[in-house]
């Protein structure tokens, strides 16, 4: 039977969901304000609060503030008759797992509750690894307060304790690389070294180099021995971003030094141990790409030990205003600007937005904003949000000749980037077999990534 404390001023309001909530079967605690919710609070563990958010001395987001100081698990529930986006954002910035405006459905309210009991679970069994990883989340960079963050971040601080290989999925711009060093930085291996290398960035003849260093001689241009990443990287941890474009022919020797944890320099001819533990990352989907024969099958299965998904964000749009708002701080200081808020109009374009480059893209509309804001509130003329894909195929087809004449070289740029976008979605994200398709060589379409900034 769950506890559920109501707290609302409201004579006839506060009785009425006393009678509801005991009908589920729910054992139900009223406080007429604040004050008296905290001090039950304080005597007793709730498993949900219901607030309302128009009360005297403490109204109901200051309420979650305060309740959240001594107890970050419980679930929060606010009611208000003032419904708004400001106000929804308020109440989830401190916490609060939904609202609803007090004209609601019985029936709808009922299964607002249900469902939010039924994450209660969740959040409990992460609260600890949460408190754990706390200067992780916020140094480490990572943001977020979603059941599927909170699920990520129960993974991490369960991974870290372990040596074993990680291999982190998740569209661009979804903080993979954030995940691995969350991962490296609450790890015994956190005062050893942690590197990265991404194997899409890197052409093939020079990516065996990297990764395991080179003798004095063995190529044009070795004017000395070098040591690889992974001798760089003994006693820490590898973060191999982009796995899926790694070569067949590199596949191979990096499934050897996962077997035999020894290495050996291009021109070398001594074996070289070493002990690193490795995280990889992708966009791709490296089982596919192993029944095609692009991905070797073994290397798939010694990396994906453990597998970590990260969410897109239009899957956890809970967490868009904490990270709107950690953005925006961020930028108003980078920027020196002096703005005090964002206004509710805009963060209901973002709240409606899909974002399909994820936290990146969020992360520009919100430093493009700042940097063109020129009054003490970010509007919503000045967070421009547009959907690329859309604007490009558009852009595309349009073969209209404007009577003030085009930039060719403009108008050409919008086509490739567009039928690149196209290559390389329909290729599952690989970049050979992109390539293929538009009938270049792999170190072209690299050349026109790196032009074109779709990195």
């Not at 290729?427 to 390539?435: D, V």
Request: proline fraction near 3%.
């Amino acid at each position: 039977m769950a506890n559920i404390l109501v707290v609302d001023d409201d004579n006839d309001m506060r009785e009425f969901l006393d009678i509801l909530l005991a009908e589920e079967g729910y054992e139900v605690t009223c406080a007429k304000e604040a004050k008296q919710g905290l001090s039950l609070c304080k005597k007793k563990k709730f498993d949900l609060i219901i607030t309302d958010l128009k009360m005297p001395k403490i109204d109901g987001i200051d309420f979650i503030k305060r309740v959240k100081e001594f107890s970050p698990e419980t679930l929060v529930i606010l009611i208000t008759g003032y419904a708004s986006p400001e106000t929804a954002y308020a109440a989830m910035q401190e916490g609060a797992i939904d609202y609803v405006e007090k004209n609601f459905d019985n029936e709808e309210f009922k299964q607002l509750v249900r469902e939010a009991l039924s994450k209660k679970g969740v959040r409990e069994e992460d609260a600890e690894f949460i408190r754990d990883i706390e200067d992780a989340v916020r140094f480490g960079r990572i943001i977020g307060k979603s059941k599927a963050m909170l699920k990520v971040y129960s993974l991490i601080k369960k991974v870290a304790q372990t040596t074993t290989n990680v291999l982190i999925m998740g569209e661009s711009g979804t903080g993979k690389e954030l995940v691995a060093e969350a991962i490296h930085e609450n790890s015994e291996r956190r005062d050893k070294p942690f590197v990265t290398i991404n194997c899409g960035g890197i052409p093939e003849t020079l990516l065996e180099s990297e990764l395991f260093g080179y003798m004095k001689g063995s190529f044009s241009g070795a004017y000395s021995d070098k040591p690889g990443l992974f001798e760089v990287a003994h006693a820490g941890t590898i973060f191999l971003d982009e796995i899926g474009e790694l070569p067949i022919s590199l596949q191979v020797k990096l499934l050897r030094v996962i077997q035999t944890k020894i290495i050996r320099r291009v021109g070398g001819s001594r074996d070289i141990k070493v002990d690193v533990r490795i995280i990889s990352a992708t966009n791709q989907d490296l089982r596919e790409k192993s029944k095609h024969g692009t991905f070797r099958e073994d290397l798939f299965y010694r990396l994906n030990v453990i597998p970590i998904h990260m969410p897109p964000l239009r899957k956890r749009k809970e967490d868009i205003p904490v990270l709107t708002q950690f953005f925006f701080e961020k930028y108003s200081k980078k920027f020196g600007k002096k703005i005090n808020k964002i206004s509710s109009y805009a963060i209901e374009l973002l709240l409606k937005y899909r974002f399909p480059g994820n936290v990146r893209e969020l992360e520009n509309i919100i430093e493009r904003s700042v940097a063109l804001e020129t009054s003490n509130i970010v509007l919503p003329e000045n967070m421009i949000i547009t959907d690329e894909e859309s604007s490009d195929w558009n852009r595309l087809y349009d073969m209209s000749f404007p009577d003030e004449g085009l930039d060719l070289n403009d108008k050409v740029a919008n086509i490739e980037r567009c039928l690149i976008k196209k290559a390389l979605e329909k290729a599952n994200g690989s970049r050979t077999k992109a390539a293929e398709l538009l009938q270049i060589s792999v170190d072209s379409l690299r050349y026109r990534l790196e032009k074109l900034d779709l990195r």
